[in-house]
């Protein structure tokens, strides 16, 4: 968690030490998953104590505790599908740009690159903030420390870097957009998930 924290302030140095060690996909994991996983609880326990900005325009509701806990189970679940998948569509896009990448090489850029998406779902706990702005706040994040990530973990030739830069960025944001935009859908139930899930989380 200290090397996603540094992203944050010190992405090039952060970089650099990431680049240096020789983890493997699991230890990667490992090291990240328990950021994912304390800021899901964090902002749950957030939303059950303060409530829940609703529609943008600073209205706070109330959710029923079993609906705000399923909603934080799904972020962890969509967390998990952007970080394995993302990394594979990262090492597909940087294949297409001729540059032989790693799943574990991959997985790290990914994996570091989308902390500060991260450390902002804090703050997302607190209603007077909106949700898309801490959403916002984190891919600004994502991009900046993409720009030094893609250059030290994937270490593309100078000519094919930037593009490699813009596809991952964009694939990145693109989909932990989407995942943010469920989550939220399901949590303020404008998707019906009912059927899926049963009643085992949502209350009746």
Not at 39 to 67: D, H, P, V, Y
Not at 68 to 86: A, D, K, N, R, W
Not at 97 to 109: I, N, P, R
Request: with cysteine.
């Amino acid at each position: 968690m200290i090397r996603s924290l540094l992203i944050l302030f010190v992405p090039l140095k952060a970089w650099e030490k990431i680049a240096d060690q020789s983890w493997n996909v699991l230890l990667v994991f490992l090291s990240v998953c328990p950021l994912m996983v304390a800021s899901c609880a964090f902002e749950g326990w957030a939303m059950i104590q303060f409530g829940a900005e609703k529609g943008g325009l600073g209205r706070i509701t109330r959710l029923e505790s079993n609906q705000i806990i399923t909603f934080e189970i799904i972020q962890v679940g969509l967390g998990l599908f952007l970080l394995f998948f993302g990394a594979k569509f990262i090492q597909w896009s940087c294949q297409g740009f001729h540059t032989v990448t790693t799943y574990k090489q991959a997985f790290t850029l990914t994996a570091y690159a989308l902390s500060p998406l991260f450390w902002l779902r804090f703050l997302d706990g607190i209603p007077q903030i909106p949700s898309w702005l801490c959403w916002g706040m984190g891919a600004l994040g994502t991009l900046i420390a993409l720009y030094h990530g893609v250059a030290l973990i994937i270490q593309p030739n100078t000519s094919v870097g930037f593009g490699m830069y813009l596809v991952s960025s964009m694939t990145l944001i693109s989909i932990s957009g989407l995942c943010h935009y469920l989550a939220l859908g399901i949590a303020y139930e404008k998707f019906n998930i009912r059927p899926w899930v049963g009643h085992l989380f949502l209350p009746g």
